[in-house]
């Protein structure tokens, strides 16, 4: 049987981080990827990067695409009632800002880096079962090429998603769960047109909420609230952009450029956080201990967090032989857990329609977007919030 000292599973952002971040520790691991590279590098999934994110990313050596490709921004515009308001993020914020960098670039860009000097990177191992967690010497049961392999682990971190399996290694009953699914879902959208703003807008709009994001300076990723179990081949093209346009419309000057639309996907929304993020010698990290709408751009965030807490607990335990971090890292994350998720809940809350929704409600929300744009403090509170809290 293989040995590690910390067996990965899964290969997405929270996965690929921790090992560059171990590598960087010369603390020894193994990650185990279910899905072929090319799938992995493809998924579309978030784009913004709070500082924090960045800052890992440039000292594990992974932000060289990132400084020349990434867009840098310093604020986001919200639009209601047909008006729109900029929050400022650095004047808020003491100096803070976000990037603008897809999922798939970071995920592209931590492989690389894996593959050309890292501990070993396994895609289409799909991991079976995680036993053991109580004992000194866990396993990973996985299968790779046809064969059936147990790689045993001094600790083994689950960064396998939501519906991954190493959730699964830790007994009912001693976790507590806590979770809240929405009333409406998200159609993603990419267009090879150049983005119609300098910066996100997020519209709350009585026909749903919409939001103007990019990939880049030529590609714009947009999204619409639709409802849940929608099909997108209910969403052609035209309806699309005509949709867009309504829910972005505003008394004043403003043009939404259309393009030829690349894909189009759905996306659920849901709260769901598992407590504690430990049991024995296996730890939850990411979208496999929480998930969160996505209207807060935190989901990728917390996850790096999570393996950045982490990844410093195992340096701590190889240097000093302490396992005093380990054992804070479920309490540590999830202070920051519940902060994120509490904004995305209000972010989406806020801005989106409900169906059951009555006028009152919607007299709250214009009520809560007009204090945002009164208020410093009110402001202040959510740039604080969206350019992402300090780590650890
Ligand atoms: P994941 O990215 O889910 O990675 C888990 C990895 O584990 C995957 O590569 C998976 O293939 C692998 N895996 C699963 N099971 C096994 C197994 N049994 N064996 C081996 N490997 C396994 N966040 C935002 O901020 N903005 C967005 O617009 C946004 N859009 C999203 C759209 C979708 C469809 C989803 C699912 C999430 C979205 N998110 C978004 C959230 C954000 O992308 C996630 O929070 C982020 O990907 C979390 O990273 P992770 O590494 O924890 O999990
Ligand atoms: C993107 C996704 C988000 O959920 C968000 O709040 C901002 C941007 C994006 O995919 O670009």
Redesign the pocket.
Known sequence: MDHTTVGI????????LLARLLHDSGVDCTV????DRAY?ER??????LEQGTVDALRRSGAAERLEREGLVHDGIELRWNRRAQRIDFPSLTGGRRVWVYA?TEVVKDLISLQIAHGAPLLFE????TVAGAGTDRPVIH?LHEGRRRTLGCDYVVG???????TRRAIPDGATRTFERVYPYSWL?VLADVPPSCDELIYAHSPRGFALHSMRSTTVSRL?LQVSNGTDPAEWPDGRIWDELDARFALDGDWRLERGPITST?V?PMRSFVTEPMRWGRVLL????AH??P?T????????ASDVIVLARAFAHLKETGSAELLDAYSDTCLRRVWRAEHFSYFMTTTLHTDPEQSDFDTRLQISQLDRIAASPHAAAELADNYTGLPIG
């Open positions: 599973v899964g290969g997405g952002p929270a996965g690929l185990l990827e279910s899905r992995v998924r579309q999934r978030a784009g913004i999922q191992a799909r991991v079976e996985y960064c396998d998603g939501f519906h991954g399996v993603g999204y996907s996306l990290a990411g979208d496999a998930i969160v996505p807060g751009a935190k989901g990728l965030n917390l996850a």
